[in-house]
């Protein structure tokens, strides 16, 4: 079993950065991809970024594409996503994700075994 414990978020205006960070915990964290998901109240939870198990492969949804950056510290136990020239769009809480072994893909939920809790964003404009 592993946990994951996201935080970094926060308010920040229009155009500001943010650093949200995942620790997890339990032996497995370096053999799995990772992702960070995020869910806007009313809206579905979406596909933000994701990183392969050694950080070789990162993956980013159109709308973040260029502005944010996912890493990992596998020595750490942590995955970080960076977050630039932040839109009010990009309000939502942001979930951090451990990636199944048995997924084919990056983007989906259902690629994902375990979540953490959730840390809010709020952008204003």
């Known amino acids: 079993q592993v946990q994951l414990v996201e935080s970094g978020g926060g308010l920040v205006q229009a155009g500001g950065s943010l650093r949200l960070s995942c620790a997890a915990s339990g032996r497995t964290f370096s053999s799995n991809g990772m992702g960070w998901f995020r869910q806007a109240p009313g809206k579905e939870r979406e596909f933000v970024a994701a990183?392969?198990?050694?950080?070789?492969?990162?993956y980013y949804a159109d709308s973040v594409k260029g502005r944010f950056t996912i890493s990992r510290d596998n020595a750490k136990n942590t995955v970080t996503l960076q977050m630039n020239s932040l839109k009010p769009e990009d309000t939502a809480v942001y979930f951090c994700?451990?990636?199944?072994?048995?997924?084919?893909?990056?983007?989906?939920?259902?690629?994902?075994?375990?979540w953490g809790q959730g840390t809010q964003v709020t952008v204003s404009s």
């Open positions: 994700a451990r990636r199944s072994f048995y997924s084919g893909g990056y983007v989906l939920n259902e690629d994902y075994d375990s």
């Open positions: 990183i392969s198990w050694n950080g070789g492969n990162t």
